[in-house]
């Protein structure tokens, strides 16, 4: 038996970078910090690939510091590099399920929901107590 399972919490080090392509696929890659559990120490960082409709959702609500969820496999990407012929590589998690852990609070900060702000602009006499 085999198994290749990964499972993380963290933040997002940057927002996502998200690509399209002409097939209808869609691709988002960014980082995550996952904190060791001594506060001295410096996070581990992760690089993330998501694929489809998750990609979307990470494409419209994942931002910088957004914490995270995920749950998804270890890959090893391999390139030869186009300047020197060397051959290169990177570790990459691919992810199959990400969940957005943030309060709507955070998601208000980072720019996702507006709701909030309608809310704090209401006239204090239209309360209706």
Do not use: C
């Not at 001295?40 to 690089?47: A, G, I, K, L």
């Not at 419209?60 to 590589?89: A, H, P, R």
């Not at 399920?97 to 309608?118: A, I, P, T, Y």
Request: glycine fraction near 8%.
């Amino acid at each position: 038996m085999t198994i290749n399972s990964i499972n993380l919490v963290g933040r997002a080090g940057r927002d996502p970078e998200v690509r399209y392509f002409e097939s209808g696929t869609i691709v988002a890659n960014f980082t995550i910090a996952v904190n060791r559990r001594s506060r001295n120490e410096e996070p581990d960082w992760f690089n993330l690939e998501i694929w489809g409709k998750q990609a979307q959702v990470a494409a419209d609500y994942v931002k910088k510091g957004s914490l995270l969820g995920i749950t998804g496999s270890f890959k090893q990407d391999q390139w030869k590099d186009k300047n020197t012929g060397e051959n290169k590589s990177k570790p990459v998690i691919r992810v199959d399920r990400l969940e957005l852990l943030g309060s709507k609070k955070d998601s208000f900060n980072n720019g996702v929901s507006n709701n909030q702000s309608h809310i704090n602009q209401q006239n204090p006499n239209d309360i209706p107590f």
